[in-house]
């Protein structure tokens, strides 16, 4: 039979070119969105296009109905699920003078409740020998100001990763989080001045911004056979960004 992963959030940005590497890859992609049905569709068709198999399915990732189809749906279609790479993801900025608990709650709900929720679903569903990648960030290490609700939110996804590898003891499935630093996407782009943006990406000793390239080779690897005894771990690929 041949693998199957779901990627969350893959209607753009990384997520994007993380279901497009696995498809080249070889294995079938269910294509996760929030809101975004027609950027969903085009990756989809882009896949099948070349000859893959793909499909897309809504669900938030934050709510635990949608999750549980999500996993439904994929094991309908595909009938097993070897990966799970929990990509979705929010960065709205906001200082902790400022008590902006609604912000503080949507960050939490998606970035972490959310990787809670997947992870929930992958621990009961992903086959022997699977792999469960979820995503944190380089950011944590840097603590910006107005970063409160986005680190709070991925130091989270980071003690998750531990525990779960942990409970997967027997299982042969691995759990690990890629920390990227800054990637050339609408999360990191949008509201940053030119100027922001030439001095965050040449913070890194690689002296350039991130692409979602860079990112999906690393899932590659880590969804693949050379990635089996990565587990337990925070990869973090930011050209140095530390
Ligand atoms: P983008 O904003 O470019 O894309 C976000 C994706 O997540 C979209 O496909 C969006 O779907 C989806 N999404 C958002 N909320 C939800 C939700 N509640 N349920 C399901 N899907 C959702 O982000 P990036 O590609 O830049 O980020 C991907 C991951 O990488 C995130 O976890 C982010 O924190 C992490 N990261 C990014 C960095 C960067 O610099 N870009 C640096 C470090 C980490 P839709 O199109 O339907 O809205």
New binding site residues.
Partial sequence: MRKTAIV?????????TIALRLAADGFGVVV??????A??EEVVNEITSSGGRALAVQ????NPE?VKQLFERTLQAFGQIDVVVN?????PLSPIAKGDVETFDKVI???LR?TFLVFSQAAQHVAEGGRIIA?????LAKNFPSYGP?IAS?AGVEGLVHVLANELRGHKITVNAI??????????LDGKTEEQIKQISSMAPLERL?Q?DD?AGVVSFLAGPDGGWVNAQVLRANGGFA
Wanted: glycine residues 18%.
């Fill in positions: 969350t959030g893959a209607s753009r940005g990384i997520g994007r996760n969105y929030a809101g975004n049905a950027k969903a669900a938030d990732v934050a949608d990509n979705a993801g929010i960065m709900a998606t970035n959310g995503f944190s960030s380089s950011v986005y991925k920390a990227p630093g800054p990637v050339g996407t609408e999360l990191f991130g979602p990112i």
